[in-house]
Antibody
Framework: QVQLVQSGAEVKKPGASVKVSCKAS????????MHWVRQAPGQGLEWMGW????????NYAQKFQGWVTMTRDTSISTAYMELSRLRSDDTAVYYC???????????????????WGQGTLVTVSS | QSVLTQPPSVSAAPGQKVTISCSGS????????VSWYQQLPGTAPKLLIY???KRPSGIPDRFSGSKSGTSATLGITGLQTGDEADYYC???????????FGGGTKLTVL
């Protein structure tokens, strides 16, 4: 069965960086895009961007460009999301979420998320 | 302020039907597929509907989706107490170039 298992909770100081991992199993890791979505306490969902595990290509929401980095290690079917220069309002649960690809000649991401990780709480506090 | 507008809360009795609306614009709902997610307290979101009206395997047919113009609707029939959750709509916004979500609707089954 498809599973996305994320790394554990983190507590960081303002200005620090955090790197969250998402280990995939039960499917071909390179056959689906991996998106990252965050949710601040008591708030709604906020999309951060995606990585194509096959090519390593990324697409970040404009808000996060310059301070988020998404990478992957295909040898261990794991995606990573690193957020730098953390501020207190980055305190949130961060989710990885799998999305199918649409492939004609080239492949493009679909924008619905059929499996989600359990979430990683990142707390930014001095 | 979310790009997609959902009612903050809806409620209905067990066994009844409820609908949750999601309003957007031509740059998002009007020209892209809509998906819906259920988030039970303390858990990750779960996909209920994709491509406006398709259900993933394992989602009961009590859940349905529709789209008309720049609005979408999630319908839930035969309400159960286990349906109490937050529900989110989402889609791609072609002008903003990112995925947008509604602010979420809290369903209470009275």
């Amino acid at each position: 069965q498809v599973q996305l298992v994320q790394s554990g909770a983190e507590v960081k100081k303002p200005g620090a960086s955090v790197k969250v991992s998402c280990k995939a199993s039960g499917y071909t890791f390179t056959g689906y895009y991996m998106h990252w979505v965050r949710q601040a306490p008591g708030q709604g969902l906020e999309w951060m961007g995606w990585i194509n595990p096959n090519s390593g290509g990324t697409n970040y929401a404009q808000k996060f460009q310059g301070w988020v980095t998404m990478t992957r290690d295909t040898s261990i079917s794991t995606a990573y999301m690193e957020l730098s220069r953390l501020r207190s309002d980055d305190t949130a649960v961060y989710y990885c979420a799998r999305a199918p690809a649409y492939c004609g000649g080239d492949c493009y991401p679909r924008y619905y998320f059929d499996y989600w990780g359990q979430g990683t709480l990142v707390t930014v506090s001095s | 302020q979310s790009v997609l507008t959902q009612p903050p809360s809806v409620s209905a009795a067990p066994g009844q039907k409820v609908t949750i609306s999601c309003s957007g614009s031509s740059s998002n709902i009007g020209n892209n597929y809509v998906s819906w997610y259920q988030q039970l307290p303390g858990t990750a979101p779960k996909l209920l509907i994709y491509d406006n009206n398709k259900r993933p395997s394992g989602i009961p047919d009590r859940f349905s989706g529709s789209k008309s113009g720049t609005s979408a609707t999630l319908g839930i029939t035969g309400l159960q107490t286990g349906d109490e959750a937050d529900y989110y709509c989402g889609t791609w916004d072609s002008s903003l170039s990112f995925v947008v979500f509604g602010g979420g609707t809290k369903l209470t089954v009275l």
